[in-house]
């Protein structure tokens, strides 16, 4: 069975005293939490540096949202594995679709940053998913299937999270339904040789919907953005029955 991964993705959210508050009432709340899940922030990197500090020793795995192929150079506003792997940092979200939207991410990019980020020995998690007008013309698994192919030419699968992202259900308070998202991620693993990698849902998760989706039998756990950042209802995510 895969490893059940719960992941934050903080996007641009949190100043460092923010980042700071946030942390109290949540490893307060993540004590009982089983071993088994593994619970992962994904900040802005203005605040790795604060919960390497604050969270030495404890269970909860420190996340950067993007990392550059090469190793340094003149590349303005990047940043390099080494960077983040210095600072404990073990995850890092590779081709959201927020970067392939805004700032020109892809396939090619997105495959370079996948590989540079095993070798410097993080777990990336790549983002997959179709757009609304996608999903419409029935192109979700065609899409998807094209995302896989040219994101992981060379890639590890066994050091690898993927998550299932629908663009349309990102912020937007309209999740997939869970069915609907478990059987995308069972068709996925199926396109991966049905390899047991984590392979997560994201899109307007909620505390409210986090039991039904994880009660999915595909689906290894979640990328959360808008409701990671309350710690009360992250905690609740993170400890779904
Ligand atoms: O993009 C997401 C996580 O990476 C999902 O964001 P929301 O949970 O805010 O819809």
Not at 3 to 11: Q, S, Y
Not at 29 to 35: C, F, L, M, N, R
Not at 143 to 171: D, F, R, T
């Amino acid at each position: 069975m895969a490893k059940t991964v719960i992941a934050g993705n903080w996007k641009m959210y949190k100043t460092q005293a923010e980042t700071l508050e946030f942390l109290k009432p949540f490893v307060e709340q993540i004590a009982e939490t089983p071993d088994d899940r593994e619970i992962v922030l994904c900040v802005p990197f203005t605040d790795l540096s604060v919960l390497s500090n604050a969270l030495h020793g404890s269970r909860i795995r420190i996340g950067a949202q993007n990392v550059h192929w090469e190793a340094n150079g003149a590349y303005t506003g990047e940043i390099s594995a080494e960077m983040l792997t210095e600072l404990g940092v073990r995850y890092v979200v590779v081709g959201h679709s927020e970067r392939r939207q805004y700032f020109g991410e892809t396939d090619e990019t997105v495959n370079r940053r996948l590989k540079a980020a095993q070798a410097a020995g993080l777990t990336p998690i790549l983002c997959v998913g179709e757009t609304k007008q996608q999903r419409d013309a029935g192109e979700t698994q065609t899409h998807i299937a094209q995302q896989l192919k040219a994101g992981l030419v060379g890639v590890n699968l066994s050091n690898l999270v993927i998550a299932y992202e629908p663009i349309w259900a990102i912020g937007t308070g309209d999740t997939c339904e869970s069915k609907e998202a478990n059987r995308v991620i069972g068709w996925i693993r199926d396109q991966l040789n049905g390899e047991d990698l984590p392979i997560q849902y994201g899109g307007s998760v909620k505390p409210e919907l986090i039991d039904e989706i994880m009660a999915q039998p595909e689906i290894n756990g979640v990328l959360v953005g808008g409701a990671s950042l309350d710690p009360i209802g992250f905690a609740r995510i993170v400890n779904y029955q």
